[in-house]
């Protein structure tokens, strides 16, 4: 069964520190990768998206993508409070548009 | 750009009745909607993958009898939930597959549906 793998925490950082967000997916033939944002009670919001190895910056947010090792990875530079929430990782593993989704870290910054 | 909007955002129904969940791509073409539900602290369940015209492909274990999916329009998805009982209360999201990169998933807002 294809996965998507990332750990619930809570990952616990102070404001102002860099937060680090992992996953590992099954399917070595996956091409693209998503990171969401999940706030309690809300739908899910796409923060950014990487198909390549190496480095995705946007603003704060830093993708990295290592498909040798199956692994995907979600930086968040100065981590504000508003940034606690659930990060959802979604894998495109080439069943047409479908996305797997892993089941979500949670993270809380704290002032 | 790529908004989706659900409505309604809050539904509460009597167990037995239906219930009716649209889902529109506000400013863009949808060719492929997804809807998910989500039981509170748990993950995003996929139910189906409704592509226009066609009929939709729902995962295992989801009554297509139940959950009744039509994809009319490149902008337009609907969720019927049927004789819906206490057990079917949860939160309902559906997404739109955009464009560019063609597996990106918007999500509407959700819908929260309370069967009582």
């Known amino acids: 069964q294809k996965e998507v793998e990332q750990n619930s925490g809570p990952l616990s950082v102070p404001e102002g520190a860099i937060a680090s967000l992992n996953c590992t997916y099954s399917?070595?033939?996956?091409?693209?990768f998503f990171w969401y944002r999940q706030y309690s009670g809300k739908s899910p919001e796409l923060i950014m998206f990487i198909y390549s190895n190496g480095d995705k910056e946007d603003g704060r947010f830093t993708a990295q993508l290592n498909k040798a090792s199956q692994y995907v990875s979600l930086l968040i530079r100065d981590s504000q409070p508003s940034d606690s929430a659930t990060y959802l990782c979604?894998?495109?593993?080439?069943?047409?548009?479908?996305?797997?989704f892993g089941g979500g870290t949670r993270l809380m910054v704290k002032p | 750009g790529a908004v989706v909007s659900q409505h309604p955002s809050w539904v509460i129904c009597k167990s037995g009745t239906s219930v009716k969940i649209e889902c529109r791509s506000l400013d863009f073409q949808a060719t492929t909607m997804f809807w998910y539900r989500q039981f509170p602290k748990q993950s995003l369940m996929l139910m189906a993958t409704s592509n226009e015209g066609s009929k939709a492909t729902y995962e295992q274990g989801v009554e297509k009898d139940k959950f009744l999916i039509n994809h009319a329009s490149l902008t337009l998805s609907t969720l019927t939930v049927t004789s819906a009982h206490p057990e079917d209360s949860s939160f309902y999201i559906c997404?739109?597959?955009?464009?560019?990169?063609?597996?990106?998933?918007?999500f509407g807002p959700g819908t929260r549906l309370l069967v009582l």
């Open positions: 979604a894998v495109n593993m080439g069943a047409g548009n479908m996305l797997t």
């Open positions: 399917d070595r033939g996956s091409q693209s």
């Open positions: 997404s739109a597959s955009t464009g560019y990169p063609q597996e990106t998933q918007y």
